[in-house]
């Protein structure tokens, strides 16, 4: 048990719609990243916070956002969602004293768009 | 985009045999090459990490082996077992800069018995 926190584990929608993922970081970590996982694109990177900050951006799309709360937890919006939306989302936390970077990942939330 | 350029797709291996998963890098400024492993159903987690003052670290029957002037390193599971099965992630990135961390596309190692 990594200590990271994901809700929902599946979430089935339709095209067009929004919907709000939930992350909570292991106890003590302010950085939160959030990855997006595909089967033909690995792991990709889409935003991290830290302690309620947006700190890096990667490959996120304008129809999506993300926050972090003052305790922490951290949510993404995905919304006017397309087909190709549908992926596993990952939150990782990671203590952002820690040299080794080792993130810790959540068990994924699982989208599916129809 | 800095790419982390992963090797094979899938691998099968009979039990007790090694698995060797090769990646390769762009970046010269990195300086950090994790690898994580996933299990079906679950977030990836940190195997074993490496960087380039080393050119080999071992860990139990999990093993990196870094090449700095080719930019390529290596994970050799040896003696690999059923428990073993999962999707293999490499990485790299700067110390320090966690969001910087650069997946490869992974591969999925089955070990058959």
């Known amino acids: 048990d990594s200590g990271v926190t994901q809700t929902p584990k599946h979430l089935i929608t339709a095209t067009g719609q929004r919907v709000t993922l939930r992350c909570s970081p292991r106890?003590?970590?302010?950085?939160v990243y959030w990855y997006q996982q595909s089967l033909d694109q690995g792991l990709q990177f889409l935003i991290q916070?830290?302690?309620?900050?947006?700190?890096a951006k990667g490959n996120i799309l304008e129809r999506f956002s993300a926050q972090q709360f003052p305790d922490l937890h951290s949510e993404l919006n995905l919304s006017s969602l397309e087909l190709g939306d549908s992926a596993l989302y990952f939150c990782?936390?990671?203590?952002?004293?820690?040299?080794?970077?080792?993130?810790?990942f959540g068990e994924g939330s699982r989208l599916t768009v129809l | 985009q800095q790419q982390v350029k992963q090797s094979p797709q899938s691998l099968i291996v009979q039990k007790g045999g090694i698995s060797i998963i090769n990646c390769a890098y762009e970046?010269?400024?990195?300086?950090?090459f994790p690898w994580y492993q996933q299990f079906p159903g679950k977030g990836p987690a940190l195997l074993i990490a490496?960087?380039?003052?080393?050119s080999e670290k071992k860990e139990g029957r999990f093993t990196i082996s870094f090449n700095k002037s080719a930019k390529q390193f290596s994970l050799h599971i040896m003696d690999s077992q059923p428990g073993d099965s999962a999707t293999y992630f490499c990485?790299?990135?700067?110390?320090?800069?966690?969001?910087?961390?650069?997946f490869g596309t992974g591969t999925r190692l089955q070990v058959t018995l």
């Open positions: 990782a936390s990671s203590s952002w004293t820690d040299s080794t970077g080792e993130l810790f």
């Open positions: 106890s003590g970590d302010l950085s």
């Open positions: 916070y830290y302690n309620g900050e947006e700190r």
């Open positions: 970046n010269t400024a990195f300086d950090y």
């Open positions: 490496i960087r380039p003052d080393v």
């Open positions: 990485a790299a990135s700067l110390t320090g800069t966690a969001s910087k961390l650069t």
